[in-house]
């Protein structure tokens, strides 16, 4: 860590961009001003810590999402995979061809109609 003695008015800069100014000191209390550029951010270390274990959490949760979502896709695909293997689901129609189509449709129309 870098110490350094400041007085009232006196300032430090950090990276060529961002000043720090002594503004006051009284009864063991600092107050100091901050200078520097546009966009950046400036938190009190207790704030920046706990912004920083919510986004940690938030990145756990979003990888146990993933994680989830990841097993139920891998359980579809491989109910699919079986299906394709002849296995027939509960919502599956078997396909013809369009010469079977073309039969069933001849068969059904030379039937006698069944007059009871």
Do not use: C
Request: charged content about 25%.
């Amino acid at each position: 860590m870098l110490l350094i003695t400041r007085r009232t008015g006196e300032a430090i800069v950090i990276n060529g961009t961002i000043e720090v100014k002594v503004l006051e000191v009284s009864g063991g209390r600092v107050k100091l001003g901050f200078e520097y550029p546009t966009g950046s951010s400036v938190y009190r270390q207790e704030l920046f810590a706990k912004i920083q274990e919510e986004n940690k959490a938030a990145a756990l949760s979003s990888q146990q999402e993933k994680t989830a979502d990841s097993a139920i896709l891998g359980k579809v695909v491989q109910n699919l995979h079986s299906l394709g293997k002849g296995q027939v689901g509960p919502h599956t129609q078997t396909e013809t061809t369009p010469e079977e189509d073309a039969n069933n449709d001849t068969n059904n129309r030379n039937r006698e109609p069944n007059h009871r």
